[in-house]
């Protein structure tokens, strides 16, 4: 009895742990400001304001659930700190789905260790997912709430899928995966999603498969209706005119590489990172095709011993696809395309560290598993609360965005204007020569610059800077 007790009690311990672990390297994000995107869909969106302004927005605008959950934040009326309460909350979810779906998959692919043994395995995942700092941008940027709001639907639509074989639980996983859509297009991947789950034995069976058709025609029908209705199509034929299909799919290379590195914590997050396009092939490039190609083939080749590895790695290159592959974007990459894309490697993680006997809960090995698991997610925890000080002003965030990126022209100029903002005007000049030094064609940069110098009086330009707020 007093086993069954405790395996009862586990999920409620587990919860409550990631709870506190959230919380805690979270707790100084609550307080930053808004920051560059959030000022455009949030501050000055009039979607935002007013319930009228958001249905009236509903039949041509883009992402209407993500711009009623701005709503309700401003509504509430806590300013920032609302927003970033409910980022975390949104988090804080997706971390517990993270667990159950972990969990789900460890008693599929581990049989031969005790549910103990699983359990720990589901937990390290999930304590992973919910305190890499590579996260941060997802939840501490309030406008890449698009990202973790989706991901949560999509975790929502997944546990509803594998309830029941029934209408119930399929109705649920469809209105989900709607909402999902409603909030970021790259959603479209839950239908691809559920055939790995089922070539994996993580779905349904063979006779069940039908129920995936759905989740197939839903975007599809969804995108014959908004296209000729919305702003989607000028959305979409924005995006092809950042660059060529051939000279993004060679960008992405290094673009996905580089998320690798942030997921092996190989670099720290960057808000505008130091990417360029690439216009041909270098031995860099090919030299990072070889190595993620060698990681997918021996992935696959363990898929019947290992199947966590190859299902990972799958999940990993699927949830990249609608950002990281063919559709140019502005931004080669975002830190932010991890979130959801890096639950794969989380799960690789726990997984193998269980099949290894890593996690056993008694003896020697058991007090060195947990004090290393201890160590691995205190880690992480301290890295997520030191990146989370960059968002506690907008100086700071550039900043430090600059000096990772200093070949790039916007952090600079973004350095400079929230400098301007706080008074700095020297500071502010230099940070646009800066910018006008990475690229002497950046307009705004320029314009910031041009401006500021005509404001001032014609001494100032040459006195010594005022002394600025500390950020």
């Not at 509430?76 to 998959?105: D, K, M, S, Y």
């Not at 639980?169 to 991947?189: C, D, Q």
Request: proline share 5%; glycine share 6%.
């Amino acid at each position: 009895m007093k086993p069954l007790l405790e395996l009862a009690t586990r999920p409620r311990r587990d919860a409550l742990l990631i709870a506190c672990a959230v919380l805690l390297a979270y707790a100084n994000a609550l307080g930053g400001p808004f920051q560059f995107d959030d000022y455009t869909v949030i501050v000055d969106a009039g979607p935002v304001h007013s319930l009228a302004d958001w249905w009236a927005d509903l039949g041509h605008g883009l992402r209407p659930l993500l711009k009623l959950s701005y709503w309700l934040d401003h509504t509430i009326g806590f300013g920032a700190a609302g927003f970033h309460g409910t980022n975390v909350l949104i988090h804080l979810a997706n971390a517990l789905l993270v667990r159950g779906f972990a969990e789900f998959a460890a008693r599929r692919w581990l049989p031969q260790c005790d549910e103990r043994t699983q359990a720990r395995a589901a937990l390290l995942s999930a304590l992973i997912f919910a305190l890499h700092p590579a996260n941060t941008e997802a939840v501490s940027y309030i406008s890449a709430r698009s990202v973790s709001l989706m991901s949560l639907l999509l975790l929502l639509a997944l546990a509803a899928d594998r309830l029941r074989s029934d209408f119930w639980s399929l109705t649920l996983a469809l209105l989900a995966y709607l909402a999902a859509l409603a909030v970021k297009e790259p959603a479209v991947t839950l239908a691809p999603t559920l055939w790995l789950l089922a070539r994996f034995g993580l779905g349904r069976s063979e006779a069940s498969r039908w129920r995936a058709l759905p989740f197939w025609l839903l975007p599809i029908g969804l995108a014959l209706w908004l296209l000729p209705r919305s702003n989607y199509e000028d959305f979409l034929l924005g995006s092809l005119g950042a660059r060529s299909i051939a000279d993004n799919l060679l960008s992405q290379i290094a673009a996905v590489f580089d998320l690798l590195k942030l997921a092996l914590l190989l670099r720290a997050p960057n808000l505008d990172p130091p990417l360029i396009e690439v216009h041909r092939w270098s031995l860099r490039l090919a030299m990072q095709l070889v190595t993620m190609l060698a990681l997918l083939l021996a992935a696959f080749a363990l898929r019947r011993t290992r199947p966590w590895l190859a299902f990972g790695a799958g999940w990993f290159v699927l949830q990249l696809l609608p950002t990281n592959s063919l559709l140019p974007r502005n931004d080669l990459v975002n830190d932010r395309q991890l979130y959801f894309a890096g639950i794969g490697l989380w799960l690789i993680v726990g997984l193998e560290c269980a099949a290894r006997g890593w996690l056993a809960e008694r003896g020697r090995n058991g007090a060195m598993t947990t004090l290393a698991m201890f160590a691995l997610c205190g880690s992480l925890a301290v890295l997520t609360h030191l990146r989370n000080r960059d968002y506690c002003s907008e100086i700071a965030l550039w900043r430090v965005t600059a000096l990772a990126s200093p070949d790039k022209a916007r952090p600079w100029n973004n350095l400079g204007y929230a400098l301007q903002l706080e008074g700095c005007r020297q500071a502010a000049i230099q940070a646009y020569d800066r910018a006008l030094a990475a690229d002497p064609q950046h307009l705004r940069a320029r314009h910031n610059r041009e401006a500021l110098l005509a404001a001032m009086p014609g001494s100032q330009a040459e006195a010594p800077a005022p002394r600025c707020r500390e950020p």
